[in-house]
């Protein structure tokens, strides 16, 4: 099941690619969309923060300490890319009826960056990160590779050839 939700991931750019432009549709509303924040449930906060900063470059944006000191949310950015997470426990916190829902969700970050130059260096900068698909060309026209991070999340980076 897990290969499946792979692959679909993998071709996910393109399906989006070949998707009618949402201009054409005639009864969309219209409005603006500033930004799309993931919030990635979690089993500890730090380690996902200190991959994301220490290995790449992001900066911390927020940080909510819980009662013991320790984080239970926390959001890093970079390049109008912003990525939060929150613990598993907080969350049950503010509403246990959600338990069922936290259990058996996923979900997979895919990050486009200008070059292959830059893939280039997310790859080095990642190396000893679990790896989930190797580095590999897509017929869509783009280099990718996929890894796990410190949360247990998915995150594929693409670079265009």
């Known amino acids: 099941m897990f290969i499946r939700k792979l692959a ?4 996910l750019p393109a399906m989006l690619a070949a998707q009618p432009s949402p201009t054409r549709i005639m009864t969309a509303p219209s409005y603006s969309i500033a930004a799309l ?3 990635l449930i979690v089993d500890a906060v730090e380690p996902a923060v200190t991959f994301w900063t220490e290995r790449l470059g ?5 940080e ?13 950015k970079r390049d109008g890319v912003e990525i939060m997470y929150q613990t598993k426990a907080s969350v049950l916190a503010d509403d246990p009826s959600v338990a069922a829902e936290l259990n058996g969700r ?3 970050l895919f990050i486009t960056v200008p070059s292959i130059k830059d893939l280039d260096t997310i790859e080095r900068l990642t190396k000893g990160m679990p790896v989930v698909k190797a580095r590999h060309d897509t017929f869509y026209g ?9 949360g247990g999340n998915i995150v594929g980076f693409a670079a265009h050839k």
């Not at 992001?58 to 927020?62: I, P, Q, S």
């Not at 909510?64 to 890093?76: E, N, Q, T």
């Not at 783009?142 to 410190?150: D, G, L, Q, V």
């Open 8 to 11: 679909l991931l993998s071709f």
């Open 58 to 62: 992001f900066a911390k944006a927020n």
């Open 37 to 39: 924040s993931p919030v």
């Open 106 to 108: 996923s979900a997979g």
């Open 142 to 150: 783009t280099t990718e590779f996929y890894i796990r991070e410190p």
């Open 64 to 76: 909510v300490p819980g009662p013991d000191g320790k984080l239970i949310f926390a959001s890093v």
